[in-house]
């Protein structure tokens, strides 16, 4: 204890930070599910549907939106660990990490116009050729993942903050937070420099390691992301009617994962104290992938 700082209860034996606490005569007090959290979701929604015709038919959904709260769950790992200020819930209302600001899905299917159920070449050899192909695909396209930075390194048990609770103060505006964003490849070793190192300072703390105050950045930043998703996967069907009995058919499938084997860049490195700060250092996402097969069916 410290001389001028009095002792909550007369048998009190413990440190200035304990003595500090609104229970000192407890260890933790914790609880399964907070209930003080809150947040809000905003959108705009648009579908577009297409039933079969001529062959055609798909679905296409956009959504625009933003997703502000103060915890990403409901607990206990985001909600009890990341959280800088339990008594000011509101400096930590911000976007979350499912903020998706950009989200683009279409759905099609198309029937090749020709053969025995088409419009065209219903009979001959070329009807058996070009006849009975369906195409098929899933397309999405958003924005990439919300970025969170992060800090550390100073005394948790001062202050009662998780050591990831730490956040940093914000230095630049925006526009000065990356240092571009046309990056073609990473260098797996070194990294690609992205993120603007001097965008970030930790915040003021004394010479025992104590913060001495919380920092302002937001949870997670709410113009700076990680880079877009676009994803295509490819079906193509071809059946062929056997005849001899109702129903009977041969089908030979391919189907591909990433059509246009595309590979994003990879998030950087967020830790303002790593030396490694705002580095990429590879890329995400599965490369193209090609699965066949045939199905005798009768």
């Known amino acids: 204890m410290h001389p001028e700082i009095a002792k909550p209860y007369p048998s009190f034996s413990g440190s200035v930070a304990r003595a500090l606490r609104p229970f000192p005569q407890f260890e933790n007090v914790e609880t399964h599910r907070l209930n003080n959290g809150y947040s809000t979701y905003h959108s705009l929604q648009a579908t577009l549907t297409k039933r079969s015709s001529y062959g055609l038919s798909f679905i296409a959904a956009y959504t625009f939106s933003k997703t502000l709260a103060t915890s990403d769950s409901s607990g206990p790992g985001n909600y009890f660990y990341n959280q800088q200020d339990i008594y000011n819930r509101k400096a930590d209302y911000g976007v979350t990490q499912f903020h998706i600001p950009h989200d683009f899905k279409l759905t099609w299917i198309y029937d ?164 490694n700060f705002g580095r990429i250092f590879g890329k995400a996402g599965g490369p193209r992938q090609i699965q066949m097969g045939v199905r005798f069916t009768f």
Not at 119 to 137: A, D, E, F, Q, Y
Not at 179 to 208: E, M
């Open 112 to 275: 090749v116009p020709f053969g025995p159920q088409g419009r065209w070449l219903k009979s001959g050899v070329m009807s058996r050729v070009l006849g009975g192909w369906t195409m098929s695909g899933i397309q999405r396209y958003r924005s990439g993942p919300a970025l969170s930075i992060t800090t550390g390194g100073f005394d948790d048990q001062a202050l009662f903050i998780p050591a990831q609770g730490f956040r940093p103060d914000v230095a630049l505006a925006r526009d000065q937070q990356t240092l571009g964003s046309d990056i073609q490849d990473v260098d797996p070793l070194r990294g690609t420099p992205y993120l603007n190192p001097a965008a970030w300072t930790n915040p003021p703390k004394t010479s025992r390691n104590v913060s001495v105050r919380l920092g302002n950045a937001p949870r997670f930043m709410p113009n700076l992301r990680g880079f877009a998703i676009w994803s295509e996967d490819f079906s193509l069907i071809k059946r062929t009617d056997l005849g001899f009995r109702e129903g009977a058919n041969f089908e030979l499938r391919v189907d591909i994962v990433n059509l246009f084997n595309r590979v994003r860049l990879g998030n950087p490195n967020t830790d303002i104290n790593s030396a």
